[in-house]
């Protein structure tokens, strides 16, 4: 039996149709849902025009952004899910670890994430969060 389910929620269009998903799957298993957004760290840039000391601010802006997504979504999943129990997080760092760290906290029995279909050198280079979520998910967390 599917008690909790986490989905991870960046944006884009994989992980809003992932949400989308896992909402109509969890209101079906009367499910507790765990929208989790989690706020890359902006590494330092070298552009021209742009100092680090606007680090701090631009990512404040930039988790103020995925606040805003998170409570247009559940306000949306709400109207078309009303007795789904719905919690929002929002966290910052490395998406892959949150998740997989925010999945362990909330005892979760299933993650869905989005994936965009990215192999060969670009996952290589970029690494897949969908990837590591499974593997390390997988790996240090079990159900008795």
Known sequence: MINKILVAVDG?????????????????????????????????????????????????????????????????????????EIMPIVRMGSPGKIIVESARAREVDLIIVGNRGQSGIITWMLGSVSRFV???????????
């Open 12 to 84: 884009s269009e994989p992980s809003l149709n992932a949400l989308d998903y896992a909402a109509k799957f969890a209101a079906s298993e009367e499910a507790e849902l765990t929208i989790l957004s989690v706020v890359p760290n902006l590494p330092p840039m070298a552009v021209e025009g742009f100092t680090p000391e606007y680090i701090p601010r631009y990512q404040e802006e930039l988790e103020q952004s995925y606040i805003e997504m998170l409570n247009e979504h559940e306000d949306r999943l709400k109207e078309e899910h009303p007795d789904l």
């Open 134 to 144: 499974e593997r390390h998910f997988a790996r240090t967390f079990s159900r008795s």
